[in-house]
């Protein structure tokens, strides 16, 4: 009985060992991995989110390759290593958040933090944390996108999977001006009230709808 509750712990970790990336495999981009994320969660199945947690681990010593610090990290070794975790384990934001972030503001990277972000969206197109992730990386960007912005924020307050709060922090009235701060500058008035009803007709959720009324009732 005990040399069967055995077998499939050196099991998987005969097979953490394969897949596990080590800091040069990524410099060298050689690890089968990091190569071939796909092909890598196909064969791992449900071990994905294990192996996912290890690529995390590793991952985070990528800034220890960069020579006079993290400004001179390599992105594409950045890219390639978050690009991996956001297929093994979509639901991993954190880890998904951290890459993302890194590349938008130290190199300032935005499209290759979008390459990650997107890749999480393709496997969980409903994660509004992932689309909360890509507004706040557009609108704290040096030129931001004012009709991505504003389509991420009706993407954001229109799922029904979110409630008004982000972790810890209360983000409704946040969105509305997002809203209006991507509106056109001389029709802001009028562009931020149509944006409103429409969210007004399309949400179902009273809170949203009180939120909601209350804003055109201050715009009228």
Known sequence: MVKLAVAPIIGLAGILLLFAPKPQS???ESSFLYANPIISKAILGNL?????????????KIGELGKGGTANVNKDEI??????????DPSFYHAISYGASFLSTVPKEKEAAYLIIDRGLSLRPNDFQLQYL?????????????????????????N??????????KVDDFLLEILAFAGDED??????KKELEWLYKNTSDKNKKALIAAKLKELN
Do not use: N, Y
């Open 26 to 28: 990524i410099k060298q």
């Open 48 to 60: 994905t989110p294990f192996v996912a947690d290890f690529a995390w681990l590793e991952s985070t």
């Open 79 to 88: 890219q390639t290593a978050f690009l991996t975790i956001a297929t093994l």
């Open 134 to 158: 890509k507004l706040i990386t557009e609108v704290t960007s040096e030129k931001p996108d004012k009709k991505m912005i504003k389509e991420l924020a009706v993407s954001v307050f229109a």
């Open 160 to 169: 029904p999977e979110f409630k008004g709060v982000f972790g810890a922090m």
């Open 187 to 192: 029709a802001k008035k009028e562009e931020l």
